[in-house]
C-alpha cells in the first residue's frame, strides 16, 4: 500500500509485541493479567510460561516466519500459546474449533503449515481431514494426539521442557504474526495476513474506543481465534487492566460472570446485545460495575433501549481484519453511527465507477492508510483476492455506507447483498435488521427472487423464537410504520434452521430463490 503524506505523528508506539511484553512486566509484575475461573495469572508467571513455551517451540525446530495452527478454546494455555508466538515471531493461523469437513481440510492445507496445537477434545475433527505428512508435528493439549507420521507432544510437555529464559529472537513490527481466515460465504476463505505492527493498531483502537483506563476489567467472552479476541489480548499489554476470560459467550451466564469479575467492559458484536435484551427484566440488570458496552453492530432501534435497562454506554465502531480490525470510532456515541477515521485512516464513500461522494449519498466505503503498515499486505497465497480488494492504494472492503454533514460515517450492509426493486436500492442487512426486531422473530434473511416483470421482489426467511407463531400478514403489518414500502418483503417463508458458514454467517446462496408455497404479500 502507498501511505497518504500525513504530518501528523502516528498515536501507535514504535514496540513489537514482545517489547510490550517485556515493558509491562518490568513496571508491574504482580499484577493480575488474565482471571479464568478461580485461576489468577499474573504478568511475572505469565511471562515465564510464555518463555517456557516459546523455546520449547524453537526446540521443535519452528522458526521466525514459520506458521503453527492454533485450535484452542478460550483459555490461559491459549493467551500463552497466542503471546508465545508473538515472541518469537512465529506466524499463528487460529483455527475456528467448530470447523469440520471440507472447511477444515482447507485451511489446514491451504496455511502450509510446519504444526498444530490441537485441544485433544477436537481431534476426531481434524483427524478425520488431516493428511498424514501435512505438518512435521502436533501439540495435544490435554492429551497426545497423532496422525500416525507427525511428532508429538503434549502442551504441557513443551511448556515443561522450555527453558524460563527470554528467547534470544528479534522480531519487527512488519513481522507476519497471524494469518486470519474469513468465512466466505460464496466462495474458499482468504488467509488475511496480520503483521505484529496491525496487531498493536486493533489493541489501540480498542483502548480508544472502549474508554479503558488504569484498574479496569475486560470480559473477554469473544474467542481468540477470532481478530476482536486477539485485540483485547494486546488491550491489556498496552494499559493496567485486567481481562476476565470466558470460555464462550452464554447469555444465562453473562451478567452473573460480569459481576463475579466486578468486570467494568462488555464486548459486543451482530446480535449480542439483541440476545441480552431479550431476556426478561430483572432486578439485578444494573446490579453491575460494567459501564461501558463496544463493539460493532449495534442496531440504532435498540441502542437507547440497552442502555436505559443496563445502565451503560454504547461504543460503537466499523473495521475489518484487513485493516487492523478498526477504521472509524463512534467516540463521542452518537447514536446509529459507526463513528470517525483513526487518526492512521482516511475513509471514503464511492460509486461503482469510483467517483468519491459527499454527504449523505451511499456508496462503497474505501480505507486508505496514512501510516504505513496498517492495512494487510494482502491474502495468503490470493494474488487473485489481493488485486481485487487492494486497487490504487484503497483497500475497498465491499460494505456499503455514507457520511452526513458533521463527517460521521454510518454503515449500510454488504454491497454483495444490496438489491434493486422497482428502481430503489435497498440494503438486505437494513431489512432484515428491521425483521429481527420483531419479539417472535429469532432470526432472518432477505434475499431477491426475480418476479414476473423481471425485476427484483424481496423474500424473506424467519426463524421463529421456541415456541412462537407468527402470522406473515401480521407481520407485513407490523413492518409498515418501521420500514419504506419499496423495502417490505412480497414473500415471507419459515425456516428451521439456516445453513451456516463456521462463524455463523447465514449462507444465503443456499436458500431457495422459489416461491412456491410462500406467503406472498400481493394476495392480501
Request: hydrophobic share 40%; net charge neutral; aromatic share 8%.
Amino acid at each position: 500500500m502507498n501511505a497518504v503524506p500525513d504530518s501528523a505523528r502516528s498515536p501507535l508506539l514504535p514496540l513489537t509485541i514482545r517489547e510490550l511484553i517485556d515493558r509491562r512486566v518490568t513496571e508491574d509484575p504482580d499484577f493480575v493479567y488474565c482471571r479464568f475461573g478461580d485461576e489468577a495469572l499474573t504478568l511475572e508467571a505469565l511471562d515465564r510460561r510464555v518463555n517456557r513455551f516459546a523455546n520449547g517451540l524453537l526446540a521443535l525446530g519452528l522458526r521466525r516466519g514459520d506458521r503453527l495452527a492454533v485450535m484452542l478454546p478460550n483459555h490461559p494455555d491459549y493467551v500463552v500459546a497466542f503471546l508465545a508466538c508473538a515472541r518469537v515471531g512465529i506466524c499463528q493461523v487460529p483455527v475456528n474449533i467448530n470447523l469440520k469437513g471440507s472447511g477444515l481440510a482447507y485451511v489446514l492445507e491451504h496455511s502450509k503449515l510446519s504444526g498444530l496445537v490441537l485441544d485433544a477434545r477436537f481431534a476426531p475433527q481434524v483427524e478425520a481431514v488431516l493428511k498424514p505428512g501435512t505438518v512435521k508435528f502436533i501439540i495435544g493439549r490435554g492429551g497426545t494426539v497423532g496422525d500416525g507420521k507427525a511428532k508429538t507432544a503434549t502442551f504441557d510437555e513443551i511448556e515443561r521442557c522450555g527453558a524460563p529464559a527470554k528467547p534470544a529472537v528479534v522480531t519487527r513490527q512488519s513481522d507476519e504474526l497471524l494469518i486470519s481466515y474469513t468465512s466466505g460465504t460464496t466462495g474458499a476463505p482468504k488467509g488475511v495476513q496480520v503483521t505484529d505492527k496491525m496487531l498493536q493498531a486493533c489493541g489501540y483502537a480498542a483502548t480508544t474506543l472502549a474508554d479503558v483506563r488504569r484498574g479496569d476489567v475486560l470480559y473477554l467472552w469473544e474467542p481468540i481465534y477470532h481478530i476482536a479476541g486477539c485485540e483485547v489480548l494486546i488491550v491489556a499489554l498496552l494499559e493496567r487492566v485486567t481481562l476476565a476470560l470466558a470460555e464462550r459467550f452464554s447469555v444465562s451466564r453473562f451478567w452473573s460472570d460480569v459481576r463475579r469479575y466486578a468486570a467494568t467492559h462488555i464486548h459486543f458484536f451482530g446480535g449480542v446485545l439483541g440476545l441480552l435484551l431479550k431476556e426478561p427484566p430483572s432486578p439485578q440488570d444494573r446490579a453491575h460495575g460494567a459501564r461501558v458496552a463496544w463493539g460493532g453492530g449495534c442496531p440504532m432501534s435498540i441502542w437507547t433501549k440497552f442502555q436505559d435497562r443496563f445502565g451503560m454506554r454504547i461504543r460503537e465502531c466499523y473495521g475489518m481484519t484487513e485493516a487492523s480490525s478498526f477504521t472509524t470510532l463512534n467516540t463521542a456515541e452518537k447514536i446509529g453511527s459507526i463513528g470517525r477515521p483513526l487518526p492512521y485512516f482516511e475513509v471514503r464513500i464511492a460509486d461503482d465507477e469510483g467517483r468519491f461522494l459527499g454527504p449523505n449519498q451511499r456508496g462503497e466505503i474505501w480505507v486508505r492508510e496514512k501510516v504505513p503498515g496498517v492495512i494487510m499486505t494482502g491474502y495468503f497465497d490470493n494474488p487473485a483476492a489481493t488485486a481485487a480488494a487492494l486497487r490504487d492504494g484503497w483497500l475497498h472492503t465491499g460494505d456499503l455506507g455514507y457520511m452526513d454533514d458533521e463527517g460521521f460515517y454510518y454503515f449500510a450492509g454488504r454491497k454483495k447483498d444490496s438489491l434493486r426493486r422497482r428502481g430503489e436500492n435497498i440494503s438486505a442487512w437494513e431489512v432484515e435488521r428491521v425483521l429481527s426486531e420483531h419479539p417472535a422473530v429469532a432470526e432472518s434473511a432477505v434475499i431477491g427472487v426475480e418476479n414476473e416483470i423481471a425485476d427484483q421482489d424481496l423474500k424473506a426467511f424467519l426463524r421463529l423464537r421456541a415456541g412462537e407463531r407468527l402470522d406473515p400478514a401480521e407481520l407485513i403489518e407490523w413492518c409498515e410504520p418501521r420500514m419504506a414500502a419499496f423495502q417490505i418483503p412480497r414473500f415471507i417463508a419459515f425456516i428451521d434452521e439456516f445453513p451456516k458458514t463456521p462463524t455463523e454467517r447465514i449462507r444465503k446462496e443456499l436458500l431457495s430463490r422459489s416461491t412456491d408455497g410462500c406467503f406472498d404479500r400481493e394476495n392480501l
